[in-house]
């Protein structure tokens, strides 16, 4: 057994040290005479590897088989070792062995060579090799195309005289030097082509020392430089952009961190550029405004407070998106100072309020006088007198249907606007409706048509009737003589839908998206020709949105118009669950 382990332990590494010497020998030898002196050593190493070969099999079926049959297998070794040995002792069998060992080995060698310079040859890339006097002694066929010289005219020129700038006057044994001290060298320069053109390369470098020289590979950049000075150029024109903003902008990492601040921020809140260069999001608004739901809906504004120098309040609304930059994904902030539209807004509730104590009231008063003229309750008055009269009470009654309609808006907005909720039959409120404008399209000849279901849905009643009426007079209003309205009821999912079709002159396609805004009407002689406040529909919108319902209308020029608006069913908050 001590002997086994010997004879592993020595024979293993032992033809691992004769295969390389074989190899060495093979290599160096470059002529017919070097190979006809290997032929002795050779054959004699063959004959040591068979012995070893044989010693290790022994040892390797030694531990598998019994004690019986080890002398039987060791004298069957020997004889086909024998055998070999014997064969390999005729010297002209020991040549032709060799001869067509090298043979193989030089011809995988040629087809080797004869690849890489196929693929050296094919290569888009620009590869050469530099000697240590820094004179390029081999390139590839790629600089034809890359940098229009040929192969002859580069091939013996220093590489200094092919590159400009700063890397045209570097001393080249600094770069050889540089490369031997390190595995890798890359460096960006400028070469010129023979048409005169400069292109940006990147020259990646690994000294060579079988060759003594620097092996490179040159990679044309000058199309991803052109893109980086565009990005940098555009960079640059958003800088100016924003920062001639009449906003605050601040541009922050996703950590936060602030990298930009335009002069609207660092007057607004105080601050310098380069002192909110060196804070964080978090230090200058109350709210996490990085934490509001951003990363799934952009572009949403949230109202909160900055913080400006010595911890001065600012009311701000905030918008944020994300851009992509050069250096990575940023975060762009635009915020607008809100104090001034809070004073605004201040100033317009003390306006409704006085709009409403001391306009409303005297011409409340003025209107009942006025009808007391006309009945004639102070004396008998001239025809002329009465129609002066009339038309005056007609005058304060759209005023103060005006002031009506701008004090219940204004409720609306500023959420002092309670609705009295319930599950209710939308079909009994809208015959109410329908039943209270009969008069007027009896008065104009417009037949009235209903479509009803008894389907329930959930609403303050009183405003759902008031929604529904002003439709209903609109309808009537611009609809032309001897023609029809119709209500209609349908279900929408979980939501009721009415709708108010009339066939009047129909609303341009430019003015639909407006047409529920404050005093918007189709056509400006209306407010003249037809009365009404140009409120209405802002109302409506505003009590339908109340609801958590939707308005709209659909409408083809001269053939008519539908308005519609949605009610939920149940309460939304049972419907979200």
């Keep these: 057994q001590k002997i086994e382990k010997l004879v592993s332990m020595i024979c293993g590494p032992a033809l691992c040290l004769l295969l390389l010497v074989e190899c060495f020998l093979l290599i160096t030898a470059s002529t017919d005479t070097d190979l006809m002196a290997l032929k002795t050593p050779f054959m004699c190493m063959l004959i040591v590897q068979a012995l070893m070969s044989a010693a290790l099999v022994m040892v390797s079926i030694n531990s598998a088989v019994s004690t019986d049959s080890r002398s039987e297998l060791l004298d069957e070794s020997m004889k086909v070792l024998s055998t070999q040995i014997k064969k390999k002792s005729d010297k ?6 060799l001869h067509d060992a090298i043979n193989e080995v030089c011809n995988e060698l040629t087809e080797s060579k004869r690849m890489e310079k196929m693929l050296l040859d094919r290569a888009i890339d ?3 090799v530099i000697d240590i006097t820094g004179n390029i002694v ?13 192969r002859e005219d580069v091939i013996g020129r220093p590489l200094q005289a092919l590159l400009e700038g700063d890397d045209a006057n570097r001393p080249m044994d600094s770069i050889l030097g540089a490369a031997k001290s390190i595995d890798k060298l890359v460096f960006e320069s400028k070469l010129r082509k023979k048409d005169g053109y400069l292109l940006d390369i990147v020259v990646t470098g690994h000294w060579s020392a079988r060759e003594s020289g620097l092996f490179c590979i040159a990679h044309d950049i000058t199309q991803q430089k052109l893109v980086e000075r565009m990005v940098r150029l555009s960079e640059q024109r958003l800088r100016l952009t924003l920062e001639a903003l009449p906003a605050g902008v601040l541009v922050a990492t996703e950590s936060g961190k602030i990298e930009f601040a335009n002069r ?6 105080d601050f310098s ?19 509001h739901g951003y990363s799934e809906v952009e572009n949403e504004s949230i109202e909160s407070l900055a913080m400006g120098q010595h911890n001065i309040a600012i009311p701000v609304e905030i918008w944020r998106s994300n851009i992509d930059m050069a250096d990575g994904d940023k975060i762009l902030l635009v915020f607008l100072d809100k104090t001034a539209h809070y004073e605004l807004e201040r100033m317009k509730t003390e306006f409704i309020a006085m709009v409403t104590h001391d306009l409303r009231a005297p011409l409340t008063s003025v209107t009942g006088i006025l009808t007391f003229l006309e009945q004639g309750a102070l004396g008998q008055m001239t025809e002329k007198g009465k129609e002066m009269a009339a038309r005056t009470r007609r005058d304060c009654q759209n005023m103060l249907r005006l002031l009506n309609d701008m004090l219940q808006l204004e409720k609306i907005e500023v ?4 609705l009295e909720c319930k599950n209710i039959t939308f079909s009994r409120t809208a015959k109410d409706a329908v039943e209270s404008v009969r008069g007027t399209a009896e008065q104009k000849r417009v037949t009235l048509t209903d479509s009803l279901s008894d389907t329930t849905c959930w609403g303050d009643e009183q405003r759902l009737h008031q929604v529904l009426t002003n439709l209903l007079t609109n309808a009537i209003k611009y609809a032309p003589e001897g023609s029809q309205s119709e209500v209609r009821m349908r279900d929408k999912e979980d939501f009721v ?45 505003a009590i339908v949105a109340q609801h958590g319902g939707e308005i709209g209308v659909e409408s083809i020029e001269g053939q008519g118009s539908t308005f519609w608006f949605s009610i939920p069913k149940v309460p939304l908050s049972v419907t979200a669950g």
């Design 92 to 97: 002209e069998d020991v040549y032709e062995v």
């Design 126 to 128: 620009v590869i050469f």
């Design 138 to 150: 081999s390139i590839n066929k790629a600089c034809e195309k890359s940098w229009g010289h040929k």
């Design 264 to 269: 609207c921020a660092a007057k607004w809140l």
């Design 273 to 291: 550029a380069e002192e909110l260069s060196d804070m964080n999001v978090s230090q200058v608004f109350k709210d996490r405004v990085l934490d």
């Design 415 to 418: 959420g002092s606007f309670e």
């Design 497 to 541: 839908v009415i709708e108010v079709a009339d066939q009047g002159r129909g609303i341009p396609q430019a003015k639909i998206k407006r047409i529920f805004e404050k005093f918007e009407q189709v056509d400006s002689g209306d407010a003249r020709e037809k009365g009404g406040t140009g409120l209405g529909l802002a109302i409506c919108k």
